[in-house]
C-alpha cells in the first residue's frame, strides 16, 4: 500500500462497546496509531512517544486532538482488552476494534499492512507485523500528515502545532 490515505473511513467499536465511525471524530484534528495490545516492543514505544507529544501540547492538544488507537488484532483486542491495555498506559487515547471484515477496511481505508506470522515466543503463537506509522488528520477527517516510528517527538509536536495553527 503506497501514498497518503486520503480521507480513510471506518465502522468500528470503541473500547466503551460503542460503535464510532470515523464521521463520530469530526470536529477534532485526529491522531491515529495502529497497533495491537499484545505487541512487547514497538506499540508500547510508539503509544508512550505520542503520549508524551499529547501531554507537551497541552491544553491546546487535549481540546483539539482526539488520539485513536486501532487494533491490528481483532482476534485477540476485544473492547474490553483495548480499555484495560489503554487506561493502564495511555488513557489520553481510544481503542478501536472490531470485526476482523471491520478491521481489513480501516486498514484498506489508512493504507495500513499488518501480517500475522509465527512467534514462539508469544502465549498465543503469533505477533502481527504492521505499519508503524501515526497518521494526523484534520477536523473534516482529511489527512494532514504522517509520522513514521523513527520520527522525534519533537519533530512531531513541531508539526502538529504547525497544523494546529492553521486550522
Not at 54 to 80: H, S
Not at 128 to 145: E, Q, V
Amino acid at each position: 500500500m503506497v501514498g497518503a490515505p486520503g480521507h480513510p473511513v471506518f465502522t468500528l467499536t470503541d473500547h466503551f462497546g460503542k460503535q464510532a465511525t470515523e464521521k463520530d471524530f469530526h470536529g477534532w484534528f485526529q491522531l491515529v496509531y495502529f497497533g495491537f495490545t499484545s505487541c512487547r516492543v514497538v506499540c508500547p514505544r510508539a503509544l508512550t512517544k505520542l503520549s508524551g507529544v499529547l501531554e507537551t501540547l497541552g491544553d491546546e492538544g487535549a481540546r483539539r486532538i482526539k488520539p485513536l488507537y486501532i487494533t491490528v488484532d481483532p482476534a485477540r483486542d476485544t473492547p474490553q482488552a483495548m480499555k484495560t491495555f489503554l487506561e493502564t498506559g495511555y488513557p489520553r487515547f481510544l481503542g478501536l476494534t472490531g470485526p476482523e471484515q471491520a478491521i481489513e477496511e480501516a486498514k484498506t481505508s489508512f493504507r495500513v499492512f499488518a501480517q500475522r506470522k509465527s512467534d514462539p515466543a508469544d502465549p498465543d503463537g503469533y505477533q502481527i507485523a504492521h505499519t508503524a506509522i501515526a497518521y494526523f488528520l484534520d477536523p473534516g477527517g482529511n489527512y494532514l500528515d504522517h509520522f513514521p516510528d523513527a520520527t522525534e517527538a519533537g519533530r512531531i509536536i513541531e508539526r502538529i502545532r504547525g497544523h494546529l495553527a492553521k486550522g
